[in-house]
């Protein structure tokens, strides 16, 4: 069974950046698109971006755009985010998801089959 872990976490001032990071000890991710998605107190998760299991195409949720990047480095079987211009509503647990198939909207948690246990980020001053 394929198990997720998170990483990277932490508090962060706004405008200040964080890395996390999405690793499957003992499995290759090679096979597997990642997306991390975010769910903040009171909210619904939501997706924030996602990578093809190539490397080659990758998707942001719209607030996001220009502040995140979302890459994989395949030779050491992580998944990464960068966080830049954080801002406090960016404050969430942050969950990384797996697939085998592109199929259907990126960002809906139901096309997801593996799943990560999360990581806190909280964007304050």
């Known amino acids: 069974q394929l198990q997720l872990v998170e990483s990277g976490g932490g508090l962060v001032q706004p405008g200040g950046s964080l890395r996390l990071s999405c690793l499957a000890p003992?499995?290759?991710?090679?096979?597997?698109?990642i997306a991390w998605f975010r769910q903040a107190p009171g909210k619904e998760r939501e997706g924030v971006s996602e990578?093809?299991?190539?490397?080659?195409?990758?998707n942001y949720e719209d607030s996001v755009k220009g502040r995140f990047i979302i890459s994989r480095n395949n030779n050491k079987n992580t998944v990464f985010l960068q966080m830049n211009s954080l801002k406090p509503e960016d404050t969430a647990v942050y969950y990384c998801?797996?697939?085998?198939?592109?199929?259907?909207?990126?960002?809906?948690?139901?096309?997801?089959?593996?799943w990560g246990q999360g990581t806190q980020v909280t964007v304050s001053s």
């Open positions: 990578i093809s299991s190539s490397g080659g195409s990758s």
């Open positions: 998801a797996a697939r085998r198939f592109r199929v259907g909207t990126w960002s809906v948690t139901r096309y997801y089959s593996y």
């Open positions: 003992g499995f290759s991710l090679d096979d597997y698109n």
